[in-house]
């Protein structure tokens, strides 16, 4: 049975890498890791194993190196603009490119009280994330987000009035620990890009209202958090048209100690990864 290809890209992933910017009285560091995939007119690699239009995904991870040497980039989306642009006019077989970046946080060392200007320390398991494409009629979109956000609150949680049915063994609570591991994304409108984005500054402002509203809201639920936080994002700025958010429940189980003559005025608890609940939701502006 005759076959034809239908979309296809390739690209190098997990590309790791660290840089430090030299400044005259501190350093600063960034650690990422890159991701670059390529579209475009690669059918004959596939149909005929002709890799004369196939750029090695060697050469892309050396690309990667190399513009970072290059570019005076101080944001994570300007460098992967730079590495884009980098590719795509020397490649005229490939119609579009999309690079996706992870961010490690790096924190500065205290050291007799103040900021080390040249010593750091790892963070948290928490990423900040980019994902830009482009073609090469200049038809750009952005997305940054954060990922792996690890946030917990220990009041003002509750969860009632759910279903109940024979499976059911949940039981109501209207003081439960609310953890979560934070995942949001949101794109910048075309007129945004078109203005100029302090990409760093916004990320920071957003980070701060989701915790912020997080930590203040009195919840029902864990898709209410949800909604409220993405409404106070889209509130802060008139940059985003949508964000998308996802937040898995991770349950704190409390331990039963009436077994050993003892209460357990949610004081005990076990702390579990799975199973857990996955809510998720995409909250666009009116």
């Given at each position: 049975?005759?076959?034809k290809?239908?979309?296809?890209?390739y690209?190098?992933?997990?590309?790791?890498?660290m840089?430090?910017?030299r400044h005259?009285?501190?350093?600063?560091?960034?650690e990422w890791t890159v991701?670059?995939l390529l579209t475009?007119?690669?059918?004959?690699?596939?149909?005929?194993?002709?890799?004369?239009?196939?750029?090695?995904t060697?050469?892309?991870?050396?690309?990667?190196?190399?513009?970072?040497?290059?570019s005076?980039a101080?944001?994570?989306?300007?460098y992967?603009l730079d590495?884009?642009?980098?590719?795509?006019?020397?490649?005229?077989?490939?119609s579009s490119?999309e690079?996706?970046?992870?961010s490690t946080?790096?924190?500065?060392?205290?050291?007799d009280?103040?900021p080390?200007?040249?010593?750091?320390?790892?963070?948290s398991?928490?990423?900040q994330?980019t994902?830009i494409s482009k073609?090469?009629?200049?038809?750009?979109t952005?997305?940054s987000?954060?990922?792996?956000?690890?946030?917990m609150?220990?009041?003002?949680?509750?969860?009632?009035g759910?279903?109940?049915?024979?499976l059911?063994?949940?039981?109501?609570t209207?003081?439960?620990l609310?953890?979560?591991?934070?995942k949001?994304?949101?794109?910048y409108t075309?007129?945004?890009?078109e203005?100029?984005?302090?990409f760093?500054?916004?990320?920071?402002?957003?980070?701060?209202?989701?915790i912020?509203?997080?930590?203040?809201h009195d919840?029902?639920?864990?898709?209410?958090?949800?909604?409220?936080?993405?409404?106070?994002?889209?509130?802060h700025?008139?940059?985003?048209?949508?964000?998308?958010m996802l937040?898995p429940?991770?349950?704190?189980?409390?331990?039963?100690?009436?077994?050993?003559?003892?209460?357990?005025?949610?004081h005990?608890?076990?702390?579990?990864?799975e199973?857990?609940?996955?809510?998720?939701a995409?909250?666009h502006?009116?």
């Open positions: 049975m005759p076959a290809l239908s979309t296809n890209r690209g190098k992933s997990r590309v790791r890498l840089r430090v910017t005259a009285g501190h350093h600063d560091v960034d991701q670059i475009g007119d690669f059918e004959s690699a596939h149909t005929a194993g002709d890799n004369s239009k196939i750029l090695a060697d050469t892309m991870k050396n690309t990667v190196y190399f513009v970072a040497r290059e005076t101080d944001s994570m989306e300007a992967a590495l884009i642009d980098y590719i795509l006019p020397r490649n005229p077989q490939v490119a690079v996706v970046i992870e946080l790096w924190k500065r060392l205290t050291v009280g103040q080390f200007p040249t010593a750091f320390m790892r963070g398991d928490e990423r994330t994902r073609t090469k009629l200049g038809e750009t952005i997305f987000g954060l990922d792996r956000l690890t946030i609150k220990t009041a003002h949680s509750a969860f009632v759910y279903i109940k049915e024979s059911t063994t949940l039981p109501e209207t003081d439960r609310f953890a979560t591991a934070l949001a994304e949101w794109p075309p007129a945004a890009i203005a100029g984005i302090d760093n500054k916004v990320r920071r402002h957003l980070r701060e209202t989701l912020s509203t997080f930590a203040k919840s029902l639920s864990v898709q209410q958090t949800l909604f409220a936080m993405g409404e106070a994002a889209l509130a700025t008139d940059i985003l048209a949508e964000i998308y937040m429940n991770k349950h704190n189980l409390l331990v039963d100690l009436s077994r050993f003559g003892r209460t357990n005025p949610n005990i608890f076990v702390p579990t990864d199973p857990h609940g996955t809510i998720e995409t909250i502006r009116a």
